[in-house]
């Protein structure tokens, strides 16, 4: 990578970017790693959670009232068009059972190709150093976390 | 002389950081006025789907193909895309060029009442399943299964308890099997603090918002930081591709089913059952030494999401004789995407893979 030029107050900015990643990932692993942090994390939880059923609860009585269908109401009917779609998966599946060439579960839009492959020589044997760590730099955001986890 | 050289650097050195600052501006705006670029657009065809389960397979690529069928085992709590970016930097596309026959098992948002779903679910009946449908398109009677991260669990579950099945080889990737080396994730699971219970019990399945936060946890500084390296790169077109890319992804998180979910925390996080050996499914023990197909195992060497410490045992404790693990530089993602994978583990996957695919 070229180097950052002092006139670019963008260089400063990713060596800040760089460096907050580094120190601020390791600054926090110590409390977030902490029975208080857990402690208190779960309190948050466990009140949002008691929250949401309050919610729920009231919510309900308000649709009953004003005679409209609930979330268990749709969940309910959602248990019945899942069941209905069980019995069509069944008999799909029978169907394709007795169809030549597995039926529709075989179909695709393309033809399939000979399963005629061949691994070519120089992969007959496994990468060397295989289960040894491979040294290198990863490239691109992906090792970035925000975008890819890492 | 020289004072002539360094003013002409200089106004170099000025030119080239005015160019630089404008296109920052300019793709700022593309960037906000732009929907970045399309995912998963590899052409493939829905053979089956069933509420959260769906089966894909794609069109294949080469002019002749190996005789076993692949079959990806994506996580439950991400979308398959991650394997099938874009065009040169998708995993599946690779495969396809090297001639796989390859079909995944991806996952849709469970619904409410999908929450009733367990490990039991996914191992006994919907990966049998879908190895079933693998067998009957292709005409193949062996599978290579390949799964990534708790994908990676659920296809080392069910080769453990179908031994003697249709699996020819089983590749894992960044799989964990002993939960005590999620460490962040075991002290935020304390079951002295976490009452999972009161969590399922009021949302029914796990909130994708909790497992996106608790994902985020594991490296807060990132966000903050990813967000800093991307405006001062706004000008760089293919960083900014990519960065869109597994941004998207990462906040594509699917809820978990309630009862999957509950049975994680408890009998995965809290006991260990599945490196204590004690885990059952459906009434039959999961030993893992039951394992007897070649298996590789890859791991990323800083992975914080699935430490390595959490994914070390699998090696150990299968009964394959022949089984590798392969460690390599990179992150939880990069071990899968992006140019990290494209160097180091496709190519190693393609190598073993390719000759046990005959």
Redesign the interface.
Known sequence: MAER?M??P?GL??G???Q??K???QA??GS????E???L???A??GS??A??AL?AAMRRYLEVMNLPS?DD??AL??QL?AL??RL?DVSAAL?RLAP??GA??????P?????????P??????PA????????????????????? | MSETADSESIAT??R??VD??LQ?NIKGLEYLGSSGPRLGAT?R?L??Q??TYALY?Y??L??????VPLLLVMAVTNRGYILDLVPGQSLVEFLLRQ?Y?VFMVDWNPP????KTLRLEDYVLEFIPDAVR?VQ?????QEVNLVGYCMGGVLSTLYAALHAGGPVQNLATFTTPIDFTGM??FS??A?K????VD??VD??GNAPPE?IYAS?D?????????????????LWDD??VK??????R??GDILPLPGEFFRQTIKELMWENRLFNGQLKLGGRPVRLDRIKIPLLHAVA?????VPYEASRPLVALAGSADK???????????LV?????I??LW??L???L??R??
């Open positions: 030029s006139l670019d963008f900015w990713a800040l970017a760089s907050l990643e120190v601020g990932n926090a692993q977030l790693n902490s029975a942090f857990s402690a994390m779960n309190k939880l466990a959670m008691t949401r059923k729920r979330r749709v969940t959602g248990e899942r779609e069980d998966v394709d060439n597995g579960g075989g179909r695709t839009a393309v399939i190709p000979p399963r005629t492959r061949k691994p070519p120089e992969a007959s044997a496994d990468a295989a289960s040894a760590p491979v040294a290198g730099k990863a490239a691109g955001p992906a090792r970035k976390s925000r975008a890819g986890r890492s | 050195r000025i080239a950081e630089r600052a920052r052409p065809d053979l089956h069933r509420g397979r069109r294949p080469a002019e002749e193909i190996y005789r001639g026959d619904r409410p009442d999908e449908r009957q398109a292709s005409g193949e460490k962040l002290s935020w304390d002295r603090y976490f009452d009161r969590l009021a949302a909790l994902f946890m594991l490296r807060p500084a990132d966000k903050l930081a990813g967000t800093m390296q991307l405006i001062d790169k293919e960083y990519s960065y869109r890319m597994f941004d992804w990462a060497e800083h992975d914080h999401i590798q693990e392969l460690v390599l530089k990179g992150g939880h993602v990069s995407a992006g140019g990290n994978a160097k180091r190519p190693r393609d190598a073993w390719g000759k695919s005959i």
